[in-house]
């Protein structure tokens, strides 16, 4: 599932996940990724850290409290090391906006090795 601004980038990491063979669900906001991650957790879940007044770090953790092996991957603005490390620390996966289709691919494996271990 993915949940974040409508914006350039989307177009890449579609097709980056769709050539693994992932299939997904888009929220258009924080309510109703929330409705989704309670009846529906996904096992991918790729999220924006800003939210408007919420961020994805409170996605993951409301997903994981559904789903505990969910795999989880935040989209930043800009490379930030205290974000990165608190991402990780919730078994995460930060892209940095503007990612290509190779860094996408190589961060959705990442989340879901992390996650399957």
């Given at each position: 599932?993915?949940?974040?601004?409508?914006?350039?980038?989307?177009?890449?990491?579609?097709?980056?996940?769709?050539?693994?063979?992932?299939?997904?669900?888009?929220?258009?906001?924080?309510?109703?990724?929330?409705?989704?991650?309670?009846?529906?957790?996904?096992?991918?879940?790729?999220?924006?850290?800003?939210?408007?007044?919420?961020?994805?770090?409170?996605?993951?953790?409301?997903?994981?409290?559904?789903?505990?092996?969910?795999?989880?991957?935040?989209?930043?603005?800009?490379?930030?090391?205290?974000?990165?490390?608190?991402?990780?620390?919730?078994?995460?996966?930060?892209?940095v906006k503007g990612a290509n289709r190779a860094e996408w691919i190589a961060a959705a494996?990442?989340?879901i090795c992390r996650e399957g271990t």
């Amino acid at each position: 599932m993915y949940i974040g601004p409508d914006d350039e980038d989307r177009p890449g990491m579609v097709d980056a996940l769709q050539s693994m063979g992932l299939t997904f669900a888009m929220a258009d906001d924080f309510h109703e990724a929330k409705r989704i991650l309670a009846t529906q957790p996904p096992d991918l879940l790729i999220t924006h850290v800003r939210l408007g007044a919420y961020n994805g770090l409170q996605l993951i953790l409301r997903g994981k409290a559904t789903n505990p092996r969910m795999a989880a991957i935040v989209v930043s603005d800009m490379a930030d090391a205290v974000l990165k490390r608190e991402v990780e620390s919730m078994e995460g996966t930060m892209v940095v906006k503007g990612a290509n289709r190779a860094e996408w691919i190589a961060a959705a494996q990442r989340a879901i090795c992390r996650e399957g271990t």
